[in-house]
Protein backbone atom coordinates (compact mmCIF):
# COMPACT_ATOMS: atom_id res chain seq x y z
CA UNK A 1 0.00 0.00 0.00
CA UNK A 2 1.40 3.40 -1.26
CA UNK A 3 -1.14 6.32 -0.07
CA UNK A 4 -3.91 4.43 0.91
CA UNK A 5 -3.31 2.89 -2.60
CA UNK A 6 -2.11 -0.35 -3.73
CA UNK A 7 0.78 -0.21 -5.63
CA UNK A 8 2.43 -2.49 -8.33
CA UNK A 9 6.10 -2.62 -9.12
CA UNK A 10 7.11 -2.76 -12.89
CA UNK A 11 8.03 -6.34 -12.89
CA UNK A 12 4.27 -7.39 -12.04
CA UNK A 13 3.46 -5.13 -14.80
CA UNK A 14 5.86 -7.06 -16.84
CA UNK A 15 4.61 -10.65 -16.11
CA UNK A 16 1.14 -9.38 -16.89
CA UNK A 17 1.83 -8.23 -20.23
CA UNK A 18 4.15 -10.91 -20.95
CA UNK A 19 1.10 -13.70 -20.11
CA UNK A 20 -1.19 -11.35 -22.69
CA UNK A 21 -1.61 -13.43 -25.62
CA UNK A 22 -1.22 -10.47 -27.77
CA UNK A 23 2.38 -9.49 -26.13
CA UNK A 24 4.64 -9.64 -29.27
CA UNK A 25 8.04 -7.52 -29.08
CA UNK A 26 9.49 -4.66 -26.79
CA UNK A 27 12.17 -2.55 -27.84
CA UNK A 28 13.72 -0.13 -25.21
CA UNK A 29 15.72 2.86 -25.94
CA UNK A 30 17.20 5.83 -24.35
CA UNK A 31 17.43 9.40 -25.65
CA UNK A 32 19.54 12.94 -24.80
CA UNK A 33 17.46 15.57 -24.33
CA UNK A 34 18.03 16.84 -27.83
CA UNK A 35 16.52 13.30 -28.88
CA UNK A 36 19.38 11.45 -29.93
CA UNK A 37 19.45 7.66 -29.04
CA UNK A 38 21.91 7.14 -26.61
CA UNK A 39 23.84 3.68 -27.81
CA UNK A 40 27.31 1.79 -28.41
CA UNK A 41 26.83 2.48 -31.91
CA UNK A 42 26.39 6.38 -31.62
CA UNK A 43 29.32 6.72 -29.36
CA UNK A 44 27.82 8.34 -27.05
CA UNK A 45 27.12 6.39 -23.92
CA UNK A 46 28.66 8.93 -21.40
CA UNK A 47 25.62 11.19 -22.68
CA UNK A 48 22.92 12.46 -20.17
CA UNK A 49 19.86 10.26 -20.11
CA UNK A 50 17.08 12.99 -20.20
CA UNK A 51 13.93 9.99 -21.70
CA UNK A 52 13.30 6.38 -21.74
CA UNK A 53 11.44 5.14 -24.95
CA UNK A 54 9.33 1.95 -25.16
CA UNK A 55 8.41 0.43 -28.34
CA UNK A 56 6.04 -1.88 -28.64
CA UNK A 57 4.64 -4.15 -31.21
CA UNK A 58 1.95 -6.77 -30.30
CA UNK A 59 1.66 -9.99 -32.17
CA UNK A 60 0.18 -9.72 -35.56
CA UNK A 61 0.52 -6.04 -35.90
CA UNK A 62 2.34 -4.41 -38.37
CA UNK A 63 3.26 -0.90 -36.52
CA UNK A 64 5.47 -0.26 -33.39
CA UNK A 65 3.72 2.05 -31.18
CA UNK A 66 5.89 4.40 -29.07
CA UNK A 67 5.70 5.22 -24.83
CA UNK A 68 8.05 7.05 -23.27
CA UNK A 69 8.82 9.08 -19.98
CA UNK A 70 11.40 11.89 -19.67
CA UNK A 71 13.09 13.75 -17.27
CA UNK A 72 10.91 16.75 -17.44
CA UNK A 73 7.83 14.82 -16.53
CA UNK A 74 9.43 13.96 -13.46
CA UNK A 75 10.72 16.85 -12.62
CA UNK A 76 7.24 18.28 -12.63
CA UNK A 77 5.94 15.30 -11.47
CA UNK A 78 8.66 16.12 -8.01
CA UNK A 79 10.38 12.80 -8.51
CA UNK A 80 13.25 14.44 -8.86
CA UNK A 81 13.27 15.41 -5.25
CA UNK A 82 14.04 12.06 -4.43
CA UNK A 83 17.06 10.98 -3.32
CA UNK A 84 16.93 7.90 -4.52
CA UNK A 85 15.15 8.91 -8.37
CA UNK A 86 18.44 10.99 -8.73
CA UNK A 87 20.78 8.39 -8.36
CA UNK A 88 18.65 5.78 -10.25
CA UNK A 89 17.16 8.13 -13.16
CA UNK A 90 17.84 6.05 -15.68
CA UNK A 91 15.99 3.17 -13.72
CA UNK A 92 13.07 5.40 -12.73
CA UNK A 93 12.86 6.89 -16.40
CA UNK A 94 12.68 2.95 -17.53
CA UNK A 95 9.99 1.89 -15.25
CA UNK A 96 7.57 4.54 -15.65
CA UNK A 97 7.92 4.28 -19.27
CA UNK A 98 7.38 0.77 -19.03
CA UNK A 99 4.09 1.00 -16.69
CA UNK A 100 2.94 3.19 -19.26
CA UNK A 101 3.23 1.26 -21.98
CA UNK A 102 1.93 -1.71 -20.41
CA UNK A 103 -0.61 -0.15 -18.73
CA UNK A 104 -1.90 1.11 -22.41
CA UNK A 105 -1.00 -1.78 -24.56
CA UNK A 106 -2.37 -4.57 -22.11
CA UNK A 107 -4.54 -3.07 -20.01
CA UNK A 108 -6.99 -6.15 -20.05
CA UNK A 109 -4.73 -8.17 -18.30
CA UNK A 110 -4.13 -5.65 -15.78
CA UNK A 111 -8.02 -5.37 -15.67
CA UNK A 112 -8.27 -9.11 -15.20
CA UNK A 113 -5.47 -9.39 -11.99
CA UNK A 114 -7.29 -6.66 -10.14
CA UNK A 115 -10.62 -8.01 -10.14
CA UNK A 116 -9.02 -11.95 -8.92
CA UNK A 117 -6.32 -10.35 -6.91
CA UNK A 118 -6.73 -7.05 -5.54
CA UNK A 119 -10.20 -7.84 -4.41
CA UNK A 120 -8.86 -10.63 -2.13
CA UNK A 121 -6.37 -8.81 -0.29
CA UNK A 122 -6.52 -7.88 3.29
CA UNK A 123 -7.19 -4.21 3.97
CA UNK A 124 -4.51 -2.45 5.13
CA UNK A 125 -3.54 -1.85 9.33
Same mark, same amino acid.
Given at each position: ???????????????????????? &???? @??? !????? #? %??? &???? @??? !????? #? %????????????????????????????????????????????????????????????????????????
Amino acid at each position: WIKGKIGAFGSLYTALAQRHPQYG &EMVV @LYT !DEQMN #V %ISL &ENKN @LNA !DVWAC #V %IRIKKKGDELWKEYFFTKDEAKTAGLLSNNTYQKCLKSMLYHRAKVRAFSTEYASAWLNYQSVHINSLPLPC
